[in-house]
């Protein structure tokens, strides 16, 4: 009993030395998708091929005084990942063709954010359901599988951002920064998980592997502080330019 009043003590300590504010803010950003996959780290076969990917969305960010912060993101975007075939079987040697893996999503995501003066940190799960999978395959276009079948619905990963507040005042400003995205869940769906796939155009290889995405995105955040109405040092952010 002692410990919870003293847990209680310190919490509302906290509470009270630590103003509480919102904000709200409009993002999008732009990037490289990379499918990581051990064979096609180790078989020479294979190699490679970055994809497109983008996405645009808001945010509601919940401040604990001026430096620390959870925000609640929800964005949609589109992405695509891929690598080169060679020696592919009944095709001749010398050519290379495409293997691409692609789909839309929806993006449910909290994270921790740490604010000092003109920079940021953000940490955090990341949530994503499938929408409109496609499966390319240049070498058979004829014989792909169902994307819909091959291609998992969900996707959990962990997102790691920083940057910095570009242009604004206390009120409103333009943030801009890189953000990395790592999913650990397998690409390939329960269906196919015990399969070969998308490596299906080589009959030597035959054990299942792991595709996990990676993404690599520049990122730009309007951000609009909702706690210059509450109080005037709250939502207070250095900019590199301000007005």
Not at 54 to 75: A, I, L, P, Q, R
Not at 90 to 99: H, L, M, S, V, W
Not at 192 to 214: A, H, Q
Not at 215 to 232: C, D, H, P, R, T
């Amino acid at each position: 009993m002692k410990k919870l009043l003293l847990i209680s003590a310190i919490a509302l300590s906290f509470t009270s030395s630590a103003q509480v504010w919102f904000d709200l803010g409009a993002k999008g950003g732009v990037g490289s998708g990379f499918a990581l996959n051990s064979v096609v780290n180790e078989d020479g076969r294979l190699g490679v091929s970055p994809g497109f990917n983008y996405f645009f969305g808001g945010k509601v960010g919940v401040n604990f005084g001026e430096f620390v912060g959870v925000t609640f993101d929800v964005d949609y975007g589109s992405y695509k990942y891929g690598f080169t075939q060679s020696d592919v079987l009944g095709k001749p040697a010398t050519e290379t063709f495409k293997y691409k893996l692609s789909y839309n999503a929806i993006n449910f995501s909290p994270y921790f954010r740490y604010t000092k003066e003109a920079s940021y940190l953000e940490i955090g799960p990341n949530f994503s359901f499938t929408r409109n999978p496609l499966i390319e395959d240049e070498a058979y276009q004829i014989l792909q599988p169902n994307p819909a079948e091959a291609i998992n619905s969900k996707l959990t990963g962990l997102t790691f951002g920083f940057g910095g507040h570009m242009v604004g005042n206390e009120t409103i400003s333009l943030m801009m920064g890189l953000r990395f995205n790592y999913t650990f869940s397998n690409l390939t769906s329960q269906t196919y998980e015990d399969t070969s796939f998308p490596f299906t155009n080589y009959l030597d290889i035959t054990e299942p592997t792991s595709t996990n995405p990676l993404n690599v995105q520049l990122v730009m955040e309007i951000n609009y502080s909702l706690g210059y109405f509450v109080k005037a040092s709250c939502g207070r952010r250095t900019a590199f330019l301000t007005f």
